[in-house]
């Protein structure tokens, strides 16, 4: 048997490595070995460990999304807890995910002061973000822990899933953010922002949810 250890991987930026039959207690090492200050992503299913390495247009698209939520429930008076790109993982279930950003709102309160999370006792993020995301193991670990509502965007389009019966379904319209076309203005002003740039859009979307708050706002 041929044994490397993680700092003989490189992984370019874009690409992801899979690797197969990892336990779970080597995926816990991988994890502690990574540490939290690392730009690679890890999702875990059943004994499968998916490594990505986001590009530059990846992360850009993550944080003017991120932003864009973050907006929203500032002006919407919608209080939150955020927590990024945090591991969420279950032993039992054999499955972990870190998304691109994660919010909780319904269930903001208890999450309040939290530093580590344990699913087997806190709820999972109300809402999960992932960019240019394809992957089965991914989605799968999603629905195994129980996030209710999950935005993928890829190619420029946004895809709404909300969590029914265990599994995810398509929606045209987010349970969050129900009187907005959410769908159709995150992609317009993330796109807006790769030429404009991310202040002068980020200011430009919060007067245009003020307008849409207040129509007769000036």
């Known amino acids: 048997m041929v044994t490397l250890q993680l700092r003989q991987l490189s992984v370019p930026p874009g690409h992801r490595v899979i690797l197969h039959d990892v336990s779970w207690q080597e995926f816990e090492a991988i994890l502690e070995e990574l540490g939290d200050h690392r730009a690679a992503r890890l999702a875990y299913s059943h004994g499968t460990l998916e490594m990505r390495m986001p590009l ?3 992360e850009k698209a993550k944080v003017i999304i991120g932003d864009l939520v973050k907006i929203l429930l500032e002006e919407l008076e919608i209080d939150c807890e955020t927590f990024g790109s945090t591991t969420f993982k279950r032993e039992d279930m054999a499955f972990g995910v870190e998304p691109d950003d994660s919010f909780y709102i319904q269930n903001y309160a208890q999450m309040i002061g939290k530093e580590r999370i344990d699913l087997t006792i806190d709820p999972p993020p109300d809402l999960a ?3 240019d995301v394809t992957s089965k193991t991914q989605l799968d670990a999603y629905e195994a822990l129980g996030v209710p509502e999950l935005w993928r965007y890829e190619d420029g389009k946004l895809e709404i ?3 029914r019966n265990g599994k995810y379904i398509k929606s045209e319209t ?15 002003f993330v796109e807006q922002s790769r030429t404009l740039g991310r202040s002068p859009t980020l200011r430009g979307f919060r007067q245009w ?4 708050i207040n129509p ?3």
């Open 174 to 188: 987010s349970p969050t953010f129900p009187n907005f076309p959410i769908d159709e203005v995150i992609p317009r």
């Open 56 to 58: 530059p247009k990846h």
């Open 129 to 131: 973000i992932e960019v």
């Open 161 to 163: 899933n909300i969590l």
């Open 209 to 212: 949810l003020r307008k849409q």
């Open 216 to 218: 007769n706002l000036t």
